[in-house]
């Protein structure tokens, strides 16, 4: 079955800290791996897009890697704000036209 | 460019009550899709279409629930008989060409909350 899971579930850290969030999928095939940043209450903001051949992208603060041998990926914020409070999704793509297979996210909250 | 753009933000409505949500996409996307969310939980697919045409539409949750797109351009998303279980955020994004397996990036609007009483 496809599916993603994230780790952890939520996490509270302070203003300025550095954090990892971790993506674990069961998909096949494999298209490639989206994070999205969602706040509460809005649509989702694509952060970073990395397809089987890339294992490391970065967007300002925000630096994905993929390793497509054990189907993990991570999203690393650097330097948090108090603006990167959101949930944060991985998402990987089923090789078809539509097939998005969505994790619950994890729940980022910032601290000043 | 506005970015995808959905109307209205929010409705509630009565159960049994019929109801319609638009999705203006960004100009030139092609792709447009419709999604549900439900609070702590990933976006759920509905449809997408490929300027008028509906290529995907047996993920859509009962015949209630039904998606146009007639010029290419925007889209409607209509349900049906509301039930209280439609309460959700329904989200639309677009994009340019086939999104999904080519890794191009797909927008997403800000949602329209569906309150059912």
């Known amino acids: 079955k496809n599916q993603v899971e994230q780790s952890p579930q939520s996490l509270i850290i302070l203003e300025g800290k550095n954090c990892t969030l971790q993506?674990?999928?069961?998909?096949?095939?494999?298209?490639?791996l989206r994070w999205y940043k969602q706040d509460t209450g809005r649509g989702p903001v694509s952060l970073t897009i990395?397809?089987?051949s890339e294992n490391t992208k970065s967007n300002g603060r925000y630096t994905a890697t993929l390793d497509a041998d054990t189907k993990q990926s991570s999203l690393h914020i650097t330097a948090s704000q108090l603006s990167d409070s959101a949930s944060y999704i991985c998402v990987v793509t089923v090789d078809s036209n539509y097939q998005l297979i969505w994790g619950a996210g994890t729940k980022l909250i910032i601290k000043p | 460019d506005t970015g995808v753009s959905q109307n209205p933000r929010h409705k509630i409505t009565k159960r049994g009550q019929n109801v319609t949500f638009r999705c203006d996409p960004i100009?030139?996307?092609?792709?447009l899709y419709w999604y549900r969310q439900t609070l702590g939980q990933g976006p759920e697919f509905l449809t997408y279409?490929?300027?008028?045409?509906?290529?995907?539409k047996s993920r859509l949750l009962s015949d209630r629930f039904s998606a146009e797109r007639p010029k290419g351009s925007f889209s409607t998303l209509e349900i049906q008989r509301t039930e209280q279980g439609d309460s959700a955020m329904y989200l639309c994004?677009?994009?340019?060409?086939?999104?999904?397996?080519?890794?191009?990036?797909?927008?997403f609007g800000e949602g329209s909350w569906l309150t059912v009483v």
């Open positions: 993506c674990n999928y069961t998909v096949s095939p494999f298209s490639n």
């Open positions: 994004a677009s994009s340019l060409g086939p999104a999904v397996s080519s890794g191009n990036t797909i927008y």
């Open positions: 279409f490929q300027n008028e045409a509906q290529l995907e």
């Open positions: 100009s030139e996307h092609n792709r």
């Open positions: 990395m397809t089987f």
